[in-house]
């Protein structure tokens, strides 16, 4: 099974920028909408995909996590080197949230929210 998460934002174009800056995600598809505004985007990491588009303007009336208010859900990336991607994530001005820790089920991660307040944590754990 596959499983893809897909995440709104107020301004896709600066999160596309942003979340390849910041987080080292390659965009491999873009699809433009209205005024150089994005439709649809989907972008990879180390073969995890996640895809992107705009809030309100679609048919099931999408909000940003601004603008409810809270978050009800995050993004967990796996990652080899934790601390290299903080400090990229840091760099790139990412809220960090929990800085690295090992936890006690083995593994090492931090959480950052992104500019539009979505959660993402990275780290080491992999599943069984």
């Not at 990879?44 to 009800?72: I, Q, S, W, Y």
């Amino acid at each position: 099974m596959n499983c893809i998460p897909f995440l709104t934002y107020e301004d896709a174009a600066a999160a596309l920028d942003w979340l390849t800056a910041a987080y080292a995600f390659e965009p491999t598809q873009v699809h433009e909408g209205p005024n150089g505004t994005i439709a649809h985007a989907e972008m990879r990491f180390d073969g995890g995909l996640v895809m992107l588009g705009p809030a309100g303007a679609n048919e099931f009336g999408l909000k940003t996590a601004r603008e409810l208010g809270a978050v009800n859900q995050g993004v967990y990336v796996i990652v080899d080197e934790v601390d290299a991607h903080h400090e990229r994530a840091r760099a790139a001005g990412a809220e960090i949230v929990r800085e690295p820790n090992d936890t006690d089920y083995g593994s090492r991660e931090y959480m950052a929210r992104d500019p539009e307040g979505n959660l993402w944590s990275f780290g080491t754990y992999a599943g069984d």
